[in-house]
């Protein structure tokens, strides 16, 4: 693209020995010229022309000088626009006000025309990096807008009411919430009724950050509800999503997952631990328990494996606590972690709260650990009690 340059200067001569010198660069296209005779009509032509590149300007002229408009181009805050200011040799005063005020540089009458291409030449060369910048920034502000949308459809997909509408909701206290690290995060939680007395839930953590792993969680959690809303077992739920993900996955993505089957009437949870972190059990009397169960594995990793169930019982007043990694693996500046026991103690400190109550206690226990530490993981928890 021409190199578009603005000549204002009181001297009608200064054009036709600017179109003479250049009428090559001209002829090519490399330079576009057009020409002003003061401030005033260089502000009208900048107006109609608002993708001039360079402004070659006389100090001394009519009407408006050359430095008030200089503070007129100043105003419009266009860093790519350059300025090359022009005086007589002997009002260096003038010049150095108008590289004071911002000009890109400047030139003596009478001016040598090759010194005044070397001086557009590396004006060229700023204003095509000041140009690349400028796409790079607009480029990151649209990838920043992306993402908070990206954000926000992600939140959305995760249940946030926790009053489920089966006919024995009111013998069950459920409550989560998912803190990203990043704009989108890899772990999530779900919730879904499977009929009148049996509640699928799942507490998840994809491996990696970001957009890749926001996709991946989005595919993981749609592929476990719509299985598990079906009533099959854990361990058979956990067998076909594994091979489903290990069909779609990419650059050996994977997923730890903890997915149950809650009975409302009897409190009994049948569950599947795929390679997740093992969950709590803070029973009625204020006792912390660890929950036991099979070793299998993640989901993603390799097709066709077995998945082995196990059996909880919750009693009235009882909650099963499901996390990620996140909660226990958070670091403070010295980069100590939270680890099991911090978390265990905020447990036992918990006897008789309800499951919102664990959660918001849980999540402050890490964030006074932490202190200004920036997050360095995704911070999920979903909590089940049997009233």
């Known amino acids: 693209m021409a190199l578009k340059i603005l000549s204002v200067d009181d001297e009608v001569d200064l054009e ?16 576009e010229f057009f020409f002003a005779h003061n401030g005033l009509e260089a502000i009208q032509v900048l107006l109609k022309n608002k993708d001039i590149d360079v402004i070659l300007s006389d100090i001394n002229m009519p009407e408006m000088d050359g430095l008030t408009l200089l503070t007129k181009i100043n105003e419009m805050s266009n860093p790519a626009l350059k300025c090359i200011m022009v005086s007589a040799y002997g009002d260096m005063g003038n010049i150095r006000q108008a590289m004071n005020s911002g000009a890109f540089d400047f030139a003596t009458k009478p001016i040598d025309l090759d010194d005044l291409e070397c001086t557009i030449e590396k004006a ?36 946030r009411v926790f009053k489920l509408k089966v006919p024995s909701a009111d013998k069950v206290d459920i409550y989560a919430e998912m803190k990203a690290a990043k704009d989108v995060g890899g772990d999530f939680y779900d919730f879904f009724p499977i009929d009148d007395t049996h509640i699928g839930f799942t507490m998840a953590d994809v491996s990696g950050k970001g957009v890749p792993a926001a996709i ?29 993900l290990c069909e779609e996955s990419l650059n050996s993505m994977f997923v730890t997952v903890f997915y149950g089957i809650y009975n409302t009437e ?58 990620t990694d996140g909660v226990t693996e958070a670091e403070n500046k010295q980069y100590d972690q939270f680890g099991e026991s911090r978390l265990e103690e905020a447990l036992a400190t918990l006897k008789g709260a309800s499951s919102q109550q664990i959660v918001e206690t849980i999540l402050t226990k890490v964030k006074e650990f932490t202190g200004d530490a920036e997050q360095s993981d995704d911070i999920t928890q979903l909590v089940i009690k049997r009233l």
């Open 216 to 244: 991946f969680m989005a595919v993981s959690r749609t592929m476990i509800k719509a299985n598990g809303i079906r009533g099959i077992a854990p361990e058979e739920c956990m067998s076909i999503v594994n091979n489903l």
């Open 124 to 159: 060229r060369e700023q204003i095509e990096s000041i140009r690349s910048w400028q796409k790079e920034h607009n480029q990151l502000v649209d990838i920043q807008s992306d993402l908070s949308v990206a954000r926000e459809i992600q939140h959305a997909i995760l249940p």
């Open 266 to 323: 009897t409190g009994v949870i049948q569950y599947a631990n795929a390679g997740h972190n093992p969950p709590y059990v803070l029973r009625a009397d204020g006792t912390v328990e660890v929950l036991k169960s099979h070793r299998n594995m993640v989901l993603g990793a390799m097709e066709d494996l077995p998945y082995l169930p196990d059996t909880l019982t919750l009693q009235p007043g009882d909650a099963l606590i499901t996390f």
């Open 16 to 31: 036709l020995l600017l179109t003479q010198h250049f009428r090559r660069k001209i002829r090519k296209g490399e330079y």
